[in-house]
Structure formats: C-alpha cells, structure tokens
C-alpha cells in the first residue's frame, strides 16, 4: 500500500479523485503544538516540547496504522514552512520506516504525477525557520502578554507582529485627532464646445480669501484663450500576477471580502483544484504555464492583444519567491470563469485570479491624454481629459473611467459658461482599511503572507480596534497597549525591528543562520519580566475601580488589600456588582418564574450568579 498524507479532507478527497493505488489521509492541519497552559520551552537550551493538539490523538493513533501498513508514505502538507513543519511532526509522531516529502503546488493531475517523480527529504531548515518563529512568538506573548494585562489591566495579549501593526492604527487614529484642517481656495470655469461641457481649473490653490476673491474677478474680466496644447499618447501596463497580499487587497477593495474570508475561499479553491497554492509573495510563473496564456490569449482575442516580448515582473522587496504567483492551475477555455461550477463569493475570488493571471501577458492599453493651458490675463488654468485608443488588457477589465473633453487648438477662444470660487479644507489621512493596511504591512515587511489575515483577525478578536464603515478605529484598551509597549519595551512595536526579524527567519531557512540564536536575541530582551510579573503590586486601574467601588458602596478597603494585587482581586471579585445585561436578565427571569428578585442580590455579582445558577436550573 501506498499512502499519501495530507492536511485537509478536501484536499485528500480531490487528490483521490485525481490518482488511482493510493491511500490518501488528512491530518485535519497540524497534529502538534506548544501547550496551551504552559511554556512548553526550556529556556536553558530552547528545546520545545509539543505536545498532540485537543482531539488529535485519535488521529494520530490511526495515521500510524495506516503508516505500519504503507510500503512507501508520502507527506505532501502544504509546501510552505508551517506544512514543512507539519510534515516533520507526522514523522516524529508515526515513524515511517520509508517516507519522502513531495509538494503540490496545484491540485491537478499532471502536477502531482510531477511530484510524485521528483520527491525529496524534508528540509529542516525551512522547518526549524518555523520552530524560531514560534519560539519567538510564545517567549513575546509568554512574557508580555500577562506583564502587560497585570501593568494595564484586563487580559492583554503583545504579539510579535500584531502589535506593530495595531502601532499603525493608532498612529494614524492620533494623526487624525491632531490635524489642524486649513482653509483655501480653488477656482474652476466650467467651458462649453461642440455640445460638450469641461472644466480647467487654476494651477494653483490660494490661502487668503482676498487674494482668491481679486483672482477671480480678473478671470471673470478677461478673454479665455487656449495658451498651449499638449497631448500624448501613454501605454499602460497590465499590473503583476497575485500575490497573497495584493489578491487579499483587491478581495476587500472590490468585492467587500475580508482577508480572512479570502483565505479560506483561495483554500478551498486550491484544495479542489482551481488555482495555485496562495500563500506566496511571489509574481513569477513558469514558462510552461506562459506558454499557455500566450496561446489562449492569441485565439481567444487576437495576436495584436498578445505582448509581443514575454512580460517579466520584477520580485518585490522582502519576497521569499519560494512558489508561482496565484494563477488557475489549468489555462484553457473550459477553466474561464464563466464556464467553471463555483457560485457565489468562490466565483467572484476565482475571477480576480483568472482575469489578473490573463491580463498579465496581454499588451498595454494605449490612452491618449490631453492637457490644455488656458489663459485670462495672466492667470493659467489647465484642462486635462483622456480617452482610450487601444484597451489592449483592459479588454478584460471593462469599467474604465474616460474623461472626455473636446479638441482645443492653440490660441482659440473659450466660450465660459461659469467661473466658481471653491472653499475647501485640507483633509487629515484616510484611516487604514484592511486593504491599505496589508498594503502597509507588506511595504514595512512586518509578517508574511500567510499572516496578514490572522493579525486582522487577532486585533479584532481581541478588542483592540474596531472596523466601521470598513475602516480601522483603535479602542481605548489597544490605544492603552501601545503607550504602555512605547514607553516600556519600544522595540517591540518598531517596524524596523519586525522587519528585520522576519529577514533572519529567511536566513535561517538558507541555512545561513542558527535557528535558536534567533530566538536567544529576543529572550535576552525580555529577561527581566520574569521578576516584574511576580510583582505584586496591583494596577492603577484596579486601585481606582477598587477606590470608586468602596465609595459606591461604603464598604471599607484598607491599605492592606489596596497594596496587594491578590488580595485585591479577591476583594473586588466579592465585592463588584453585577453587569446590566445580568440584571436585566435576572429581572426577566424571575418575573418569568412569578417569584420576588431580593434587591440586595442586585447590588453583588456573586450572590446574584448564585441566584441565577439556581433558578435557570428550574426553567430547564
């Protein structure tokens, strides 16, 4: 028996459709982790001790009898690092007395007979890369994680790249809060030729209202003559291949989907054989698939929307290049959007992919651009329109803005229709979307495209922002973290320093770099919190609440319980009153029950638990 082992049951069950005289099993994603409840590291040495993920050890259990079974087993896990390190644990875990890893880098036929001809060993580098990430990120969020929520207040969690890029939401969110809009002045003249309306407007802004008042009468005043004419023609370049980021900006900005939704769709689209692995910051494909765009674009529309020369792109700063862009994994008309089974939002990402994959080697689109320089006295205003010659690879990318604007020749005479003074305020920075926000943080190089939708996800989860009419806004308790990781541990948050890290996991993964000297330079600047979270001191925040609860409700508190965090804790646990949703909620129910709702019980949040873990059980 044969046995291939992947992570997901889609993938497995398509494979098998795919390839006859093999088993293929899934191991549901990873099979191990660090423990929830502890360490899980000694710090001495950094040795990790993983241990079976809740509800794996049956799967386990039953991927080493089917291993015994197997004269041959093949791990094809994602080909990234995690996958790669996935594929280690499946060894450590099931002992295979002959194994190879393969990679499928698309779900189709042809690609994993390729794969399976060429595998390989498992290649530790690119898993102890891995291991030093995760290393990393326990010992930031095993040391500053309860620091921070003992120091603030609450349960608070830092992150290696999370909290860099929570450092740019608030930035931004403080920028806004501190600008200053001003006041100036724009003028436009709206003109009338060949039944076509346009409009020229002054070359400059003006500050004061006196000066933009004195310009407008003398445009008002004076004869309007076409001063200069200048039009060219422009190409203009189809834009790069998908890379998970800019498929995860474009998702967000024209079809409203969020980085994390389009993640699981480029899943499921990857597992069921649509498109190329999607975790990737490669723009490159290869010249077989080139190949077969040419072709398919030359009959599907002509040899003169074909680029003559094959268009390269050039790799981006930060990429590993490790795959393919995200492409469809089949070019042929039958794979077209149109003619394929996907519905809805798995359609709508498929599309993007398919028409970007296309556009890439098709010829440039060709605008011709005008701008006119008009004269009144010796004030210039400027026209500007365009209009498309030739939409080379916009053919496929139909909604295209044209500004249309009429031929002006030199030293004509407008005909002005209106001349309008414009007040208008100079406008703070956009807030961050979750498509500017990828865009920075891949700009920055903080993370890896297999990141950029967990951050999101993390800061939302964890209450730190807020999205509202798509955009970012910190919460008080996020705005709260940052001040306290500035003032306390900078390096944390500078981009600079995330950057950096993320380059030395690449030179790790080259071999170039000792994986757990990686993670020793981070330990060595967090070897003082240890004494600092044993400290019991208890937050200011707990002190106020405390002092605030003890007023309410005239209860004594003395410096004895005020100067120890525990006993603190203990004090205000018993002490606090209930939340409004718990009293509403006891209110309901008891009138639910037609019996009395003691006030008092209305006034302590234990004893109203209490009530209410007794009486839901009579409704029950």
């Known amino acids: 028996m044969k046995l291939i082992i992947v992570e997901s049951p889609s993938k497995a069950k398509t494979i098998s459709k795919l390839i006859k005289g093999y088993l293929i099993k899934a191991t549901l994603g990873h099979i191990v982790d660090l423990p929830e409840n502890k360490m899980g590291v000694d710090l001495k040495n ?13 799967i386990i259990k039953e ?10 087993v093949y791990i094809s896990t994602d080909p990234d690092r995690e996958g790669e390190a996935i594929a280690y644990h499946i060894v450590e875990r099931t002992k295979p007395k002959n194994y190879k890893r393969i ?12 794969a399976l001809l060429s595998p390989r060993d498992i290649d530790y580098n690119r898993v102890y890369s891995q291991f030093s990430r995760r290393l990393i990120d326990r010992i930031v969020g095993y040391f500053l994680s309860p620091l921070a929520s003992k120091t603030i207040g609450g349960r608070l969690s830092v992150g290696r790249v999370q909290s860099p890029a929570l450092r740019l939401i608030v930035e931004r ?29 002054l070359n400059r802004n003006i500050k004061e209202r006196e000066e933009a008042e004195k310009i407008l009468k003398e445009i008002r005043e004076n004869e309007h003559i076409v001063y200069k004419v200048i039009e060219i023609e422009q190409k203009e370049s189809p834009p790069e291949p998908y890379r998970t980021a800019t498929l995860q900006q474009d998702a967000s900005k024209i079809l409203g989907i969020s980085p994390e939704e389009t993640m699981n769709i480029a899943q499921f689209l990857y597992e069921n054989g649509y498109i190329t692995y999607h975790r ?16 398919y674009i030359k009959n599907k529309f002509g040899e003169d929307y074909l680029v003559k020369k094959i268009r390269i792109f050039r790799k981006k700063k930060f990429a590993q290049e490790a795959h393919e862009a995200i492409r469809p994994s089949i070019i042929n008309p039958s794979r077209e959007p149109k003619n394929i089974n996907l519905t809805g939002k798995a359609k709508e990402i498929y599309e993007l992919i398919w028409n970007r994959t296309i556009a890439s080697q098709m010829e440039s689109a060709l605008w011709k651009k005008m701008r006119y320089i008009i004269k009144a006295g010796k004030n210039e205003l400027i026209a500007e329109g365009k209009f498309l ?3 080379g690879w916009r053919k496929i990318y139909p909604e295209i803005e044209m500004e249309i604007i009429p031929k002006l020749n030199e030293n004509e005479k407008l005909n002005k229709i209106e001349v309008e003074l414009l007040e208008k305020q100079t406008q703070p920075p956009p807030r961050w979307t979750e498509s500017s926000l990828i865009k920075m943080l891949e700009k920055l190089g903080i993370g890896r495209p297999s990141t950029y939708a967990q951050i999101i996800k993390t800061l939302k989860k964890r209450n730190y922002v807020k999205v509202k009419n798509g955009v970012f806004y910190p919460t008080e308790i996020g705005e709260k973290l940052i001040d306290w990781l500035s003032k306390e541990y900078p390096w944390v948050i500078d981009y600079k320093f995330t950057a950096d890290m993320e380059g030395k996991l690449d030179l790790v993964e080259q071999g170039k770099l000792n994986w757990k000297d990686v993670a020793y330079e981070i330990y060595q600047k967090l070897k003082d919190v240890e004494n600092k979270i044993r400290d019991n001191t208890p937050t200011e925040k707990q002190i106020e609440f405390a ?15 005020k100067n120890d965090r525990r006993k603190l804790s203990k004090w205000i646990d018993k002490n606090k009153p209930p939340t409004e949703k718990q009293i509403e909620f006891a209110k309901k129910l008891a009138k639910k029950l037609n019996i009395d709702l003691d006030e008092e019980l209305l006034k302590n949040q234990k004893k109203l638990e209490k009530w209410l873990k007794k009486h839901i059980k009579l409704i029950k």
């Not at 950094?46 to 049956?58: L, T």
């Not at 991927?63 to 041959?72: A, D």
């Not at 809009?181 to 409009?199: A, C, E, G, M, S």
Request: no cysteine.
């Open 280 to 295: 990737t910051d490669s723009v490159k494909i290869n010249e077989e698939i080139i190949s077969k765009i040419r072709g």
């Open 63 to 72: 991927l080493k009898k089917f291993v015994n079974k197997s004269e041959i």
């Open 173 to 201: 969110e403080r920028e806004i809060r501190n600008f200053k809009p001003q006041t100036y002045y724009q003028i436009q003249v709206v003109y009338k030729k060949d039944n076509l309306t346009f409009i020229a407007k």
């Open 46 to 58: 950094f040795e990790m001790f993983f241990v079976p993920i809740k509800g794996k050890d049956k």
């Open 103 to 114: 990679e499928v880098h698309a779900i189709i036929k042809e690609e994993i007979k390729k």
């Open 389 to 391: 010659l030739f939409e």
């Open 547 to 561: 002092q605030k609860l003890a007023k309410e409700l005239n209860l004594d508190l003395s410096e004895d319980i």
